[in-house]
C-alpha cells in the first residue's frame, strides 16, 4: 500500500509503480528512514514500525511520514517485507 492509499498485488504491479513513482513526482527524491522499533510475532516473524522522510530534489520540500511493514526471515538470516504501509503525514500548510 502506497503512502497516499494506492494499492498493488504482485511483483509487477509494485514494479510498474515503482517505476511510475520515480520517474515522475519522486524522481531524484532519497528516503530516510529512523531505526524504528520492532515488535516479534514469531522468531522468523515480525512487525517493524518508525518514522521516514523524503527529500524531494532541487530543495524541494521534506516530506515526513510514517512506515509499517510485517517482515519474514528466510534464508541466510536476511529479513523480506511481506507488506508495507507507508503514510505520509499532512502539510503543515494545510
Avoid: C
Avoid at 512487525?47 to 527529500?55: L, Y
Amino acid at each position: 500500500m502506497g503512502a497516499a492509499g494506492d494499492t498493488q498485488q504482485g511483483r509487477s504491479e509494485i514494479e510498474a509503480d515503482y517505476h511510475k513513482l520515480l520517474s515522475g513526482p519522486f524522481a531524484g527524491a532519497s528516503v530516510t528512514q529512523e531505526a524504528g522499533a520492532v515488535r516479534m510475532l514469531a522468531p522468523e516473524l515480525a512487525v517493524w514500525r518508525g518514522g521516514m522522510q523524503i527529500r524531494l530534489p532541487n530543495d524541494g520540500p521534506v516530506l515526513k511520514g510514517h512506515v509499517v511493514q510485517i517482515m519474514k526471515k528466510v534464508t541466510g538470516g536476511r529479513w523480506l517485507i511481506l507488506e508495507a504501509h507507508p503514510k505520509l503525514f499532512p502539510s503543515p500548510n494545510g
